[in-house]
Nanobody
């Protein structure tokens, strides 16, 4: 089991920045690839960003590259998503996810999920 708890969501205006955090409760956090997904109403859950277990490799959906940055702190069991230049279309529930070893862009390959944090971007 890898309990995950997201925080940092909220209501912001277009162009603002926001940093999401995800806290993991496991002694073996450095064994897990981590990712952020998001899901807007009526849409499928989509991959946002992923980071390898030791943080050496990062992956982003093309449309978010340059605006979103994923990072992790294995000493604190934390993973972050820094978002800048937010747009109304970024409005969604953002989820943190964990899987053994390498991250994946496929949400079905993740066993562990947080409860999600709502991000709403007004125009």
């Amino acid at each position: 089991q890898v309990p995950l708890v997201e925080s940092g969501g909220g209501l912001v205006q277009a162009g603002d920045s926001l940093r999401l955090s995800c806290a993991a409760s496991t002694r073996t956090f450095s064994n897990y690839g981590m990712a952020w997904f998001r899901q807007a109403p009526g849409k499928e859950r989509e991959f946002v960003a992923g980071i390898s277990s030791l943080g050496s490799t990062r992956d982003y959906t093309d449309s978010m590259k340059g605006r979103f940055t994923i990072s992790r702190d294995n000493a604190k069991n934390m993973v972050y998503l820094q978002m800048i230049s937010l747009k109304p279309e970024d409005t969604a529930v953002y989820y943190c996810a964990a899987r053994r070893n390498t991250p994946s862009r496929l949400y079905r390959e993740y066993l562990y999920w947080g409860q999600g944090t709502q991000v709403t971007v007004s125009s």
